[in-house]
């Protein structure tokens, strides 16, 4: 079956950058899209980007100008590059995977298992 493999998580200053990496593996099927949610503790689940496979992206207003997500669509993989970071940004990230498998066109959703970003002041 699907499952999401995340990194790039851990520490930064205020100010700093991260990029995280999510690889999507297992089984037969095409990503329709990628996307990036977070939760910070207290606080629901927020989508933070999201990209399809055709390269159409959206973020959240909070994260506009600062993040950019990508996808390597050959190796199934998303990314999500953090600048300008601050503490409000500190939050456990989820990669979310929207996909169909192959032959069968059963539709997927998968989520990571998540990685820590802690942003210090």
């Known amino acids: 079956q699907v499952q999401l493999v995340e990194s790039g998580g851990g520490l930064v200053q205020a100010g700093g950058s991260l990029r995280l990496s999510c690889a999507a593996s297992?089984?037969?099927?095409?990503?329709?899209?990628m996307g990036w949610y977070r939760q910070a503790p207290g606080k629901q689940r927020e989508l933070v980007a999201v990209?399809?496979?055709?390269?159409?992206?959206n973020y959240a207003d909070s994260v506009k100008g600062r993040f950019t997500i990508s996808r390597d669509n050959a190796k199934n993989t998303v990314y999500l590059q953090m600048n300008s970071l601050t503490p409000e940004d500190t939050a456990v990230y989820y990669c979310?995977?929207?996909?169909?498998?192959?032959?069968?066109?059963?539709?997927?959703?998968?989520w990571g298992q998540g990685t820590l970003v802690t942003v210090s002041s």
């Open positions: 979310n995977a929207k996909a169909t498998t192959l032959p069968t066109f059963r539709y997927l959703e998968v």
């Open positions: 297992g089984g037969s099927f095409r990503i329709n899209a």
């Open positions: 990209i399809t496979s055709g390269g159409s992206t």
